[in-house]
Nanobody, 115 residues
Framework: QVQLVESGGGLVQPGGSLRLSCAAS????????MGWYRQAPGKQRDLVAT???????NYADSVKGRFTISRDNAKNTVYLQMNSLKPEDTAVYYC?????????WGQGTQVTVSS
């Protein structure tokens, strides 16, 4: 059974930081491209960042220079370090795993940026 379990979300003030984690089980983690997506109320789910099996990152323009994606294959975990958070970063953040025709999603973790 495949599970992607996100953690680390919460309430933070503008300018603050959070680190999200996504622990994977039931897959051979090292052969999956991993990603973070987010969905704000009433909006579509958008890409935040992805990281390939060999560690190449890709970011949405809106988070470049503020967010950093990384992975630890020994721990089957992908991370999203979020700095200089803005109210517009408020959303449910989802972990994603893709390998050829297989794709899995986590249940999401809420991030709220507000004073």
């Amino acid at each position: 059974q495949v599970q992607l379990v996100e953690s680390g979300g919460g309430l933070v003030q503008p300018g603050g930081s959070l680190r999200l984690s996504c622990a994977a089980s039931g897959i051979i983690f090292s052969i999956y491209n991993m990603g973070w997506y987010r969905q704000a109320p009433g909006k579509q789910r958008d890409l935040v960042a992805t990281i390939t099996t060999i560690g190449w990152p890709n970011y949405a323009d809106s988070v470049k220079g503020r967010f950093t994606i990384s992975r630890d294959n020994a721990k089957n975990t992908v991370y999203l370090q979020m700095n200089s958070l803005k109210p517009e970063d408020t959303a449910v953040y989802y972990c994603n795993a893709v390998q050829q025709y297989r794709e899995y999603w986590g249940q999401g973790t809420q991030v709220t940026v507000s004073s």
